[in-house]
């Protein structure tokens, strides 16, 4: 069973033997991956960030569940929680637990969009 399926390339539709791209495609896309990765690990958003991040979140569900503590807002239920630095990277904050704060993406976009 070495006899993989051809597939067609997403944005050519030539038939490749790749998981989803044609040889050239792939290529593309995967500079453009490399290029998304580098810019994300500028910003501080590295692979190990968005681990303490999703750990942070599963922490603060355990203790407080679907809950916003808000941000110049009162406290709310919320799903859509995500982690976020206090003090931000290119402030100087780390990724130490100390340092992050669970809010909601709307509080959190809110603290963003004010940050002075
Ligand atoms: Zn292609
Ligand atoms: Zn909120």
Redesign the pocket.
Known sequence: MARRRMRPCLVCNTLTRNASRCDTHQQQWQQQQDRVRGSAHQRGYTQAWRTTAAHAVAQHREQWGDW?P??K?AG?P?TDLTADHIVPKAAGGTDDPANIQV??R??NSRKHAQST
């Open positions: 916003c808000g941000f807002v709310h919320s809010l909601c709307g509080c």
